[in-house]
């Protein structure tokens, strides 16, 4: 669970990315966060892992306390959460298998003991994970040789490897073409389902939305405007 209260960001230039959001998102849940360029989606997304820190109220992640979370405390946050970016954030010079094992990175006493010699449990773990994603034939291809979609199928199966509960989506699709943004969306949606994640993705455009989403929250300057049903938000728009 999830949970915002009064919560406030300004950056340093004194930009308010987050203007007093009161949020409660239950485990399980697939929440879509749609609003223009600027509404403070992304900003709302990167507090949950403490990318971004609140300037004021109170944000609770699986019962953590990030808002003022120390050193220790985030990296045990940030164990639990995954994240999932529009440019992917691959090492496009290493394999597909290498990117996926950095999931368990949090979880391995040194970086030389995943990427040397992975643990069994661990290659276990990101190879079941490549499979749930369709594209374990690629295991020991460079990232960089991957499509698009592909690429974003192997950011999901990275944090499907990390066994994080929460799975934040910062604009996924983005950078996609339709035909392969649905898809990387189906796939979210279907996995979110199957692992029990709670999901929380930013979109821009409201059809795809609609098309996904458990409950769409609408943003416009740093606050929400909206927070429903897909056909609540049917009415409302
Ligand atoms: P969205 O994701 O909906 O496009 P953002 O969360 O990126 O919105 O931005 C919300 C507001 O915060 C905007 O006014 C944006 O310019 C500002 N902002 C975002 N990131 C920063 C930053 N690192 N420093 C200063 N202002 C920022
Ligand atoms: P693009 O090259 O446009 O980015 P994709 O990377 O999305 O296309 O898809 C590449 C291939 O992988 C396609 O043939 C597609 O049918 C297949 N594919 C896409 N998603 C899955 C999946 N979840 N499981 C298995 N195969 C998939």
Redesign the pocket.
Known sequence: MITFSDVRVTYPNGVRGLDGVDLTIPDGEFVVVVGLSGAGKSTLVRTVNGLVPVTSGRLEVDGRRVDGAGRRELRAIRAGVGMIFQSFNLVKRASVLDNVLMGRLHDTPTWRSVLGVPRAADRELAFAALER???VEKAYTRASE?????QQ?VAIARVIAQQAGVVLADEPVAS??P??AN??L??LKRIGGELGHTTVVNLHFLDMARRYADRIIGMRAGAVVFDGSAEQADDAV
């Open positions: 994603v369709g594209i991957l499509s698009g979609g592909q199928r996609l073409d035909p392969t898809q990387v189906r796939d």
